[in-house]
């Protein structure tokens, strides 16, 4: 019986040893599996390389008529007709409604009596002047009465002056009933009907009318991109109503600052659109296509280490050793990460690096995909 028990002991402590030692070498290859012949951690590295010159810059914007204007009444009055409705495409100097107003009507009859008046005061005063005139001439009359028939004579004329502006006032006022389009364009809105009450100046909008063949986009260009903005570069209008086509336009006209508070430079875009298939107010994405001048480097998102010194990039050097670089990011496209300054061209990126990646460690590579192959 003790034997028996001897012998199960040694079987156990044999196993417990075994078991620690199978215990050991896991550990052991768990910690070092990149582990090469020579003892040097293992990693594949990607070549950073610079993106393509021609970038494509996508910005939201609204489209806008080219001339968009409110028409209201410049005389007072009732609505008698209008000839335009909403929809309907004009020309410059078409009637678009007609304002009926009594009271100019009587005022300009008022203003073309008193001209007449004038006239004929004007007339009776020249008789005057000459008649004292002659008589001056025979030493009649005093010379302080010709004087001041000649001075009566001189205000008829300027009272014939003054009816004469303010007739052609009036008859101006009575050109204005006649509401006429300035320009040609689309009536976007029509706020009056038969018998609206008209009064100038504060009134309601009586039409809005839209220019609409060539349509405006304002957008906000980020800082980054300014020194690629210019005039007559090419855009291309996307509306998700229309899916499979786009709209070419171009840059006519950028801002001469930037705005302080968002750090944008704001442009303007215009789209040719004769044949009307665009509205003004539509919601639309313009995507610029720009030419860099000076591309940026591009690696994977993924090899970029965050440590509370700011952002690094371990790279390997010639002695096959990894340095961790100081770098400043810039624009993050998903899978890609722009570095604007500390990356030279052709580096050698580690990949998906561990945070224990220490600066100096000798290591192997492993040749992977070159981060410049996918641009965004």
């Not at 199978?22 to 020579?38: D, K, M």
């Not at 004007?122 to 009359?141: D, H, I, M, P, S």
Request: one cysteine or more; charged letters at 20%.
């Amino acid at each position: 019986m003790k034997s028996r028990t001897t012998v199960i002991g040694l079987a156990l402590a044999i196993g417990a040893v075994v078991i620690i030692l199978g215990v050991r070498h896991l550990l052991h290859s768990n910690a070092e599996p990149t582990r090469g012949s020579v003892d040097h951690l293992r990693v594949q590295v990607t070549v950073a390389r610079r993106a393509n010159a021609a970038d494509n810059l996508l910005l939201p914007g609204s489209l806008q008529a080219f001339v968009d204007t409110s028409i209201r009444a410049r005389t007072n009055g009732y609505i008698a007709k209008w000839l335009a409705d909403i929809g309907d495409r004009v020309k410059a100097g078409q009637t678009l409604a007609i304002i009926e107003s009594p009271e100019i009507d009587r005022e300009l009859n008022q203003a073309q009596a008193s001209l007449e008046q004038t006239i004929a005061n004007l007339e009776l005063a020249r008789v005057t002047a000459e008649r004292w005139k002659t008589l001056g001439l025979q030493n009649a009359v005093a010379k302080q009465d010709i004087d001041q028939k000649n001075a009566d004579f001189e205000a008829r004329r300027a009272d014939v002056a003054a009816a004469k502006a303010n007739l052609e006032r009036l008859e101006q006022m009575k050109g204005f009933e006649t509401v006429a389009a300035p320009f040609d364009g689309v009536i976007s809105a029509r706020n009056v009907d038969i018998g609206t009450l008209i009064n100038a100046g504060s009134g309601p909008e009586l039409f809005h009318l839209s220019q609409s063949d060539t349509l405006r986009a304002y957008l906000n260009v980020p800082q980054h991109y300014i020194a690629d903005i210019r005039a007559g570069l090419p855009v291309d209008v996307e509306i998700a109503e229309f899916p499979h086509d786009r709209f070419p336009g171009k840059v006519v006209r950028f801002a001469g600052a930037m705005d302080a508070a968002s750090r944008t430079l704001q442009v303007e875009v215009q789209i040719p659109n004769h044949d009307g298939r665009l509205f003004a107010g539509m919601f639309c994405e313009v995507r610029l296509h720009l030419t860099t001048t000076h591309p940026s480097i591009l690696i994977p998102s993924n090899d970029v280490i965050i440590r509370p010194e700011g952002p690094l990039v371990a790279f390997v050097t010639d002695q096959n050793t990894v340095h961790l670089q100081p770098v400043k990011l810039g624009r993050d496209f998903g899978t890609q990460i722009e570095i604007l300054d500390g990356l030279p061209e052709g580096t050698r990126v580690v990949e998906n690096p561990a945070d224990t990646l220490a600066e100096g460690q000798p290591v192997e590579t492993i040749p992977a995909e070159s981060a410049g192959s996918t641009n965004h």
